[in-house]
C-alpha cells in the first residue's frame, strides 16, 4: 500500500517497496522491503527503487551480514553515473534554479530502507506439529521500521526514533553505515507491519496512547482504495504527516 505527499502524483513518490514470494502452494522464504527516499535528494525515488530490488534479490547473507549488505548497496551505485548524466542532460538552462539542481543532482540521491526474509523451519527440523513456524531475518539502515503482532500484541519490532537517520547515498565516495541487523522467530498467524518513517510515527504515537494500530491497518488495508483515503483523512486530521507512506503487511501462515 503506498499513497503520495498530497497534491502529487503516484508516479512521483520517492518510497519504494518490493516483495519476492515463494510459489504458490510451496514452502519457500519470503522477502519485503520498504525504502524511503530522501525529500530534497535528486533521483532519489529511483535510488530508493534500485536498492529495495536490488535487496529483494540479494543472497540471503544480505539480511544477516553487514558487509553482504554493504556489497549490495555498492553494486547499485554503480548505476548512478548513468543515471546522473541522465538528470544532468535534463537541466538546459543556465539559470539559478538550473544551477540549484545541478548541486542536488551531484550531490546524489539518498534513501532508509528495511528488508525481512521470512523463513519457514525446516522439514526436518522439529515435530509436524510445529510446520507453521520459521524464522525472520531484518536488515536496516535508517528509520523505516518493523512491528510483528501476535495474539492482539506487538512482540518484537525493529525501530529508530531520529530525525537525523542514517542513509545509504548512491555516491560510491561516502562510507555506508552499519546496518543494524536482527533476528527472531514466527509463528502461524503472526502479521508483519513494514512502514516507512511517517506511518511508522503513527504507528507509535497511537500505540502510545493505548491504541492498536495494527487493527486500523488491518481495516484499511482491506481495500487499496480505502488506503489513500484513510491517509488524506488522518492528515486533514493533523495526525499523520504529509509525507510519501508505503506499507507492507505479511500475514503468517501453516508452510
Known sequence: MQAPKSNLHPAQIEDAAHMALPPASSRGETRLVVADGSSGSAGSGWWARQLARDLCAAPGRAFQNARAFDDVAADATLRWPSYKRTLLEGVASSSRRAWLAQVRINNGPATTVLGIRLLPRPEDDGPPDCLGEGMWQVVSVGDSCMFQVRSDRVVESVAIKTR??????????????????????????????LMTDALARWWTRHADVGGRPWVVLDTVCASRDDFPNWVQAQRAKRVLEDDDITLLRAECGPC
Open 164 to 193: 537525523v537517520p542514517p542513509v545509504i547515498r548512491a555516491s560510491s565516495t561516502t562510507t555506508p553505515p552499519t546496518p543494524e541487523l536482527r533476528e527472531g522467530h514466527w509463528r502461524s498467524d503472526d502479521v508483519f507491519y
